[in-house]
């Protein structure tokens, strides 16, 4: 699948099983899949044989994906994930969220159960005993994008040997969580709070001093992120803070370097970086139920800051796109509705901000909305499907990450050695 086939924005759902505990408690299953895209959700719970006449209910939702109970992690990943993947290694940026209450499977959907349990026990369940890898969209994509470069690197191995050139390719990793507006490095758990730094004139967001540790597998990151957790949940009992309500992002970024001599005559290296973020979001629930309960939403109310800034963006993406469609069929409108597009809000939050370039448009989007079948968390659950449904309308334009940077000094040497080993050949 080529670049411009792969979708520039995926709404998926996933619906997780009823635990164990949950049905010996006698929850109702409120929503369903029906077909591969619509979700059908209904406050008592509905039981199967009456799915069909809730067709065309106000109660049904449609999105890219729908993923049903039974749905695998593998299915998971390589509906939504996979193809993505390759792009990342020619440069282009993709952005993960995993949306939903606490407890609707998030974690689950991205982190999943580790093949190797013994390593890495915290996420494993005690109820994991069949031994088949169930493996979420972090450790899967970690896998792929290693298992590609690998690839890629015999592929141009054989190419130098024929034509010359050379390259190189660097993996990168940030692991850093989102609290009360604060950054947290979980990779360097000495640092305190970091600040977002903006480059005035290229307009990308940075955070300063955070640490990127260069990795050379999958298990390298695995390690790195157990080692995160592990800082994330000293953090947690320190402050007596609950990280459900913090947010988890994981970047990798892919850098590859080459020069080919096919280009004799200009001393250039392309430099493509691509970025992939991974986004466990904090549960959505108390931001939700304090609008249900119609409490106003104000400055150190006990919100979610950042979620409520990510829905902000999300709505403005797709109200703007919504009043470019209208303009087009009536210009006297334009002026008119123009005043009334609401500006893309990334500043007004810490996660929105670090995820600007990703909220504007040059970068794929990826939301996998997770919700609990439990007919008691029929509001959670329904708040989940209105806010992925407005994630539907985004439109964006994913951009490639190459810059044809001036050859270092020893790039030139090595260009020049290989060239006068092919002559010596010839
Ligand atoms: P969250 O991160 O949204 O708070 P979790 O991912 O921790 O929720 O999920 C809550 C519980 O439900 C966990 O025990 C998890 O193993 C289980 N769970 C979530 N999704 C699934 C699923 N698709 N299949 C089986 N168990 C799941
Ligand atoms: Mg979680």
Redesign the pocket.
């Known amino acids: 699948m080529s670049a411009e086939d792969i979708p520039n924005v995926i709404v998926a759902v ?1 619906i ?2 009823l ?1 164990l505990d949950e049905q010996n408690h006698g929850h109702r299953s409120c929503c369903h899949v029906v077909g591969d895209q619509t979700v059908i959700i209904e406050k008592e719970g509905i039981p199967n044989r009456h799915l069909k006449s809730q067709r065309g209910s106000t109660n049904e939702y449609g999105f890219d994906i729908a993923f049903p ?1 039974e ?1 695998t ?1 593998d299915e998971v990943y390589d509906r939504t994930v996979k193809n993505v993947i390759p792009t990342i290694l020619d440069g282009f940026n993709a952005t993960i969220f ?1 949306y ?10 991205m ?1 999943g ?1 580790h093949r190797d349990s013994k390593s890495y026990d915290e996420f494993i ?1 005690d109820e994991y005993e069949d031994g088949v890898p169930d493996t979420g969209i972090i450790p899967q994509s970690l896998s792929d994008i290693f298992r590609l470069i690998h690839i890629r690197q015999e592929e141009e191995k054989a190419q130098h040997e024929n034509e010359g050139g050379s390259s190189s390719w660097t993996v990168t990793v940030s692991y850093l969580e989102v609290y009360n507006e604060a950054i947290r490095d979980l990779l360097n758990p000495k640092s305190k709070n970091l600040s977002l730094r903006e480059d005035a004139q290229k307009g990308v967001v940075h955070v300063s001093g955070l640490r990127h540790v260069d990795v050379a597998s999958a298990t390298d990151v695995l390690d790195l992120l157990r080692t995160g957790n592990c800082n994330r949940r000293t953090g947690a009992t320190s402050a007596n803070k609950d990280s ?1 309500r913090s947010h988890a992002v994981l970047q990798v970024t892919v850098k590859h370097t080459s020069t080919t001599l096919l280009s004799r005559h200009s001393p250039n290296a392309e430099i493509s970086e691509g970025k992939l973020s991974m986004i ?1 979001l904090a ?1 959505s629930e108390r931001a939700s139920s304090t609008q249900n309960s119609g409490i106003r939403l104000t400055e150190g109310a006990n919100i979610n800051k950042s979620l409520l800034a990510l829905a902000n963006c999300i709505n403005a993406l797709s109200s703007t796109t919504q009043k470019v469609m209208r303009r087009r069929s009536d210009s006297a409108l334009k002026v008119k509705e123009k005043r009334f597009i609401p500006r893309t809000k990334y500043r007004d939050s810490k996660l929105t901000h670090l995820l600007k370039s990703s909220l504007e448009g040059d970068c794929r989007l990826i939301m996998i909305a ?1 919700i609990s079948p439990s007919h008691t968390s029929f509001e959670e659950s329904h708040n989940t499907l209105k806010y992925a449904n407005r994630a539907k309308n985004i439109k964006i334009r994913p951009k490639m990450h190459v810059v044809t940077a001036e050859m270092t000094h020893i790039q030139r040497a090595e260009k020049l050695e290989q060239e006068n080993a092919n002559l010596r050949k010839e």
Request: aromatic share 0%; proline share 4%; charged share 25%.
């Open positions: 996933r997780r099983p635990s109970v749905a992690q995993a939903g209450a606490t407890g609707a499977g998030k974690t689950h959907t982190m159960k369940d459900s466990d549960g997770n």
